[in-house]
């Protein structure tokens, strides 16, 4: 379900992005991010996976990592533009890799942030390049749904049941992360970096705390919908497919 706020195709339909980076850990943070603006995400870790999914799914925008296994950014930004000569990308830098970034604007890249990076930095620049490239702004409802779960994100009210539940700031961004991933399997990590930017690592206790306290208000009195995928992290579905 995209976001009430969501840049979409002209058609309606979610924007398609391709991220190309050979760290897994971060590809796969930026990639679910992204799938949080309501856009359909494949990646690929080197040129050659890159220039496949090209082929396999148009890209209607590339997150291109400059330093690659095979490849480089730069050739990478060649071939894809053969196949489809006005695909917007974005190059992922190093920090103090200037002539990289000289280079890949030169190239034909639209545009570029250096590592480290904030994933909202990320999204923002996407944002900006598809809306330049024609896309346009999804206006639907910002009403989130997951069986007889209810979340109106312009009004920060929820009810379970038809019965409202009062939450917390932190508690409403925690819920509208997982039901923005309905049925998604969502790690420690991902939530911690989407709900409190906290970079991943050493503060997994407060996930667990805040996932207790939701518990607690959506699933009391009623069949569960947010469960504990052991050794993976957490997804939230509707109570009738629970089991």
């Not at 095979?70 to 830098?93: S, Y």
Request: hydrophobic share 40%; net charge negative.
């Amino acid at each position: 379900m995209p976001r009430p706020d969501a840049v979409v195709r002209p058609d309606g339909s979610p924007v398609h992005v391709l991220v190309v980076d050979d760290e897994e850990v971060l590809a796969e943070l930026l990639s679910s991010a992204l799938r949080y603006e309501g856009w359909n995400v494949v990646s690929a870790p080197d040129g050659y996976g890159a220039i496949r999914q090209v082929k396999a799914h148009d890209p209607d925008v590339i997150v291109l990592d400059m330093m690659l296994p095979d490849l480089d950014g730069l050739e990478v930004l060649r071939r894809a533009r053969q196949l489809k000569p006005t695909v917007p990308v974005l190059f992922l830098t190093a920090r103090d890799a200037v002539e990289d970034r000289v280079a890949g604007l030169h190239a034909g890249g639209d545009d570029y942030v250096t590592k480290p990076f904030s994933l909202e930095e990320v999204v923002a620049r996407l944002r900006a390049l598809l809306r330049r490239s024609g896309m346009s702004t999804n206006v639907a409802e910002s009403v989130l749904e997951v069986g007889d779960l209810t979340m109106n994100e312009d009004s920060h009210e929820v009810w379970r049941g038809g019965r409202g539940v009062n939450l917390t700031a932190t508690e409403f961004e925690l819920l509208r992360y997982l039901m923005r991933n309905e049925r998604r399997v969502v790690s420690k990590a991902q939530i911690l970096d989407r709900v409190w930017q906290y970079d991943f690592g050493g503060q997994a206790n407060i996930v667990e705390l805040y996932i207790s306290y939701l518990r607690r208000k959506i699933d009391a009195g009623h069949a569960p919908m947010i469960h504990t995928v052991r050794g993976v992290g957490y997804v939230l579905k509707p109570a009738e497919e629970a089991g």
